[in-house]
T-cell receptor, first 114, second 111 residues
Framework: DTGVSQDPRHKITKRGQNVTFRCDPI?????LYWYRQTLGQGPEFLTY????????KSRLLSDRFSAERPKGSFSTLEIQRTEQGDSAMYLC????????????FGDGTRLSIL | QKEVEQNSGPLSVPEGAIASLNCTYS??????FFWYRQYSGKSPELIMF????GDKEDGRFTAQLNKASQYVSLLIRDSQPSDSATYLC???????????FGIGTKLQVIP
């Protein structure tokens, strides 16, 4: 079963460093989403793609965050000049392109900023 | 105002009882509603989704939707200790597939 795959599972880095996460969606899903989740909160929407097009980006997302999905398959999320407040679980989800279709999540990447 | 509201709990129920988890949403354009289960340190796992008013049953789980009251609920029958987790309610924005999550309700099933 090829579910949503995220890499790495954990990332520990020093403040100020850049980090990049990868997400491989379920193969037939053309929509891909990134979320951030902190302790005691629900997943917070960051951005989503339909195929290679980035259709929406959260207003909460600073310019230090960028996401790509160059060939409409896997996606990367980069955080530049990391800050303490970036410590969180970064979740990727994918779905078919229909409002009724549920999203399926990967295992997430836990980011810890020292 | 949060778009999807849930009581954070914890909700404690004895083993074998019915657990009732509730959620309200503010966007009247929302058409699809989802329940996810999340164990501590893990990612959300889809349990059920519902689009139409009324009840939808799947095994021990029943989702209920009342669009007039903007209310969604999840009932878990014969609760088991393995059901202890945080349950996230989510709603889409009408016409889009952006999904907004509540903060989740922590359920504790006491053996």
């Amino acid at each position: 079963d090829t579910g949503v795959s995220q890499d790495p599972r954990h990332k520990i880095t020093k403040r100020g460093q850049n980090v990049t996460f990868r997400c491989d969606p379920i193969s037939e899903h053309n929509r891909l989403y990134w979320y951030r989740q902190t302790l005691g909160q629900g997943p917070e929407f960051l951005t989503y793609f339909q195929n290679e097009a980035q259709l929406e980006k959260s207003r909460l997302l600073s310019d230090r965050f960028s996401a790509e999905r160059p060939k409409g398959s896997f996606s990367t999320l980069e955080i530049q000049r990391t800050e303490q407040g970036d410590s969180a679980m970064y979740l990727c989800a994918s779905s078919l392109a229909h409002p009724d279709q549920p999203q399926h999540f990967g295992d997430g990447t836990r980011l810890s900023i020292l | 105002q949060k778009e999807v509201e849930q009581n954070s709990g914890p909700l404690s129920v004895p083993e074998g009882a019915i657990a009732s988890l509730n959620c309200t949403y503010s966007d009247r354009g929302s058409q699809s509603f989802f329940w996810y289960r999340q164990y501590s340190g893990k990612s959300p796992e889809l349990i059920m989704f519902i689009y139409s008013n009324g009840d939808k049953e799947d095994g021990r789980f029943t989702a209920q939707l009342n669009k007039a009251s903007q209310y969604v609920s999840l009932l878990i029958r014969d609760s088991q200790p393995s059901d202890s987790a945080t349950y996230l309610c989510a709603a889409n924005s009408g016409g889009y597939q952006k999904v907004t999550f509540g903060i989740g309700t922590k359920l504790q099933v006491i053996p």
